[in-house]
């Protein structure tokens, strides 16, 4: 294979052994009587590969005319400076149009470099003008720049506009959508990108993982597994992490660990990472640190990621003493600065134990300006152990940064009807009219034989919505037998107990488990498991104990704070959540 130019060239053929150095070859170029220009093309990339990028630009000045494949060569090489840019712009003031590789480039330098949006859309004009946009190298790019842009919409219709598809186009959209939040969507087009015969890459394969892990969804999870296996990127490490981090956020953290076990030797800090955050989302920190001292003691250095599972697991097994000590091992024997969201543990641990004070002292002295999820987890902390005047202190803060955080209003408003302080709960009601916020619809989602299906509260458009309603007033009537009573705190004071009894039974989580229940979700000896957007609220959390009772059976549930294992009567959260 020749690697310096076109076969059928006359230009002299140079040695192989020179191509480890670009210097070699090029001092060899410079000896011959003829060079082609293909052989300087090469040189450029060859010396940007050795981490000599000064001289692939002396080896461009030199080409007496350059062509688009030296442009794009060097713009190719340089897509991490703003100088790609500057490139562009010259090359066109040239006769030279753009070609669809070096769109790619210059899509991928508006996504490593600050404030190229602007720019990236005058590209994406330019390339629809050269009919460039829909060709399979500048249309997955153009896909990754509207997905690194935080714009999933713009980045599917990309994808939907483009009449071949190959693995790459396949692996950016997948990949896309999954960053942005768009599980369902993201684990559709891998479907189809399967069904469609096109082959898989490591990325599509991890991007369809991240999907699962959003989801919890276990079975989605062992069908990609069993895909990864067939096209042998189980043994890859990016793939492997995902593995680890799709089962361990299902729930399924031994799953994740015997994945982890299989791929110990390739398994990389970004894996050993997500095991421990696989046990942290339990509240198993025993197995947290063991997992962290073995880690150390392989050598692998642990980095902020590390420390943020070992917080986060404390905080779940409402460890207080071992949250403050080891924000401090994080900066005294590792040199790691704490970040906001390792702060952010340990306030919401401190004000999980009660220690209301501690918690506001640490959030207005620490090293950060306290952001939204701070004085979130302090006014969720002031709800649970009544704290009213604090609690209306913290959703004025939590206010002052975003007037539309649905939650400040609805926490506040119910932690003041707890103490029955009703003209104040009106206010807070009215202001959130005045300002227009709307409460974020909960919903929740169930998998049944790998199909993921989707409730929000009081929903009815589910094919089977006689059975699941039928089912669930015969669940709430059993476990009232049990002694089960309605917790009434989060519901508003003037709405009649009728009202609120049916509002109560109808919400998304309770519609999810009485259709697992309908359908066969969970055979005899298996969990039924559910995942929540928001928080769980007390009334479910409460039935769901009760309901785990009546019908002898495990109930999993994932909500937006961590796992809830329900079983006898009693939830592993120890109703602190």
């Known amino acids: 294979m020749n690697l310096l130019g076109d076969p059928t060239s006359a230009a002299p053929a140079l040695k192989p052994e020179s191509i480890a150095d670009p210097r070699i070859l090029h001092a060899q170029a410079l000896k011959s009587s003829r060079v082609d220009r293909s052989i300087f093309n090469n040189l450029i990339t060859l010396y940007a590969k050795s981490n000599l990028l000064d001289s692939s630009l002396r080896v461009f000045k030199q080409i007496p005319s350059p062509n688009i494949v030296s442009w794009t060569s060097l713009i190719s090489v340089h897509s991490s400076s703003p100088l790609s840019l500057t490139l562009f712009l010259s090359m066109l003031r040239r006769p030279i149009l753009p070609n669809q590789r070096t769109l790619a480039s210059l899509f991928k330098a508006c996504v ?75 684990l559709s087009l891998f479907a189809a990108m399967k069904s469609s015969n096109v082959g898989s890459t490591m990325y599509s394969v991890s991007g369809a993982l991240r999907a699962v892990a959003d989801l ?103 460890l207080v003493g071992e949250s403050e000590i080891w924000l401090k091992r994080m900066k005294l024997e590792y040199g790691i600065e704490p970040g906001l969201e390792h702060y952010t543990c340990l306030i919401g641990a401190l004000g999980k134990a009660g220690r209301l004070e501690d918690a506001e002292r640490i959030a207005t002295t620490m090293p950060f300006n306290p952001d939204a999820a701070v004085w979130r987890s302090l006014l969720s902390s002031c709800a649970y152990h009544g704290a009213a005047d604090m609690a209306l202190r913290m959703a004025r803060r939590l206010l002052e940064l975003d007037p539309n955080d649905d939650s400040a209003y609805t926490i506040a408003a119910n932690v003041l009807s707890v103490a029955g302080r009703w003209s104040e709960v009106a206010d807070m009601r009215k202001l959130m009219k005045d300002r227009r916020v709307k409460k974020e619809v909960g919903k929740s989602w169930i998998e049944v034989k790998g199909e993921v299906h989707m409730f929000m509260a009081g929903d009815r458009k589910h094919e089977r919505t006689e059975e699941i309603y039928e ?96 079983l006898n009567g009693s939830c592993t959260c120890g109703d602190i959540w």
Not at 149 to 156: S, V
Not at 498 to 527: D, M, N, T
């Open 471 to 566: 089912k669930l007033a015969e669940l709430m009537e059993s476990i009232e037998k049990l002694g089960y009573k309605p917790v009434w705190d989060e519901m508003l004071h003037e709405v009649g107990k009728g009202e609120k009894k049916e509002a109560l039974w109808y919400h998304s989580e309770k519609l999810a488990l009485a259709y697992g229940i309908v359908s066969g979700a969970a055979p005899a000896g298996k969990p039924m498991r559910i995942i929540k957007n928001l928080r769980i609220c007390k009334d479910c959390h409460e039935a769901f104990k009760y309901i785990s009772r009546a019908t002898d059976k495990e109930i999993i549930v994932r909500d937006v704070n961590r796992y809830h294992k329900f």
């Open 216 to 318: 919890a969804a276990l079975e989605q999870c062992r069908m990609i597994h069993g895909h990864a296996v067939v096209t042998g990127f189980d043994k890859n490490v990016i793939v492997g992490s995902a593995l680890v981090d799709g089962y361990g956020k299902s729930g399924f953290v031994s799953d994740a660990r015997k994945v982890f076990d299989e791929n110990i030797a390739v398994m990389n800090i970004v894996g050993w990472n997500a095991l421990m955050a696989g046990y942290a989302q339990q509240g198993d920190s025993i197995s947290v640190i063991k997992l962290f001292q073995s880690m150390v003691n392989v050598r692998f250095v642990p980095d902020e990621y590390s420390f943020l599972a070992a917080l986060s697991g404390f905080y779940n097994a409402g």
């Open 112 to 186: 490593s470099l600050p404030r190229c949006l602007l720019f990236g859309l005058s590209l994406h004009a330019l390339s629809f003008k050269l009919s460039l946009n829909a060709q399979p190298f500048s249309g997955s790019a153009l896909v990754n720049f509207y997905s690194k842009y935080r714009l999933p919409i713009d980045a599917r219709k990309v994808f939907d506009e483009m009449p071949e598809r190959d693995e790459v186009c396949y692996a950016a959209v997948i990949v896309g959508l999954a960053q942005n939040f768009k599980p369902l969507e993201s």
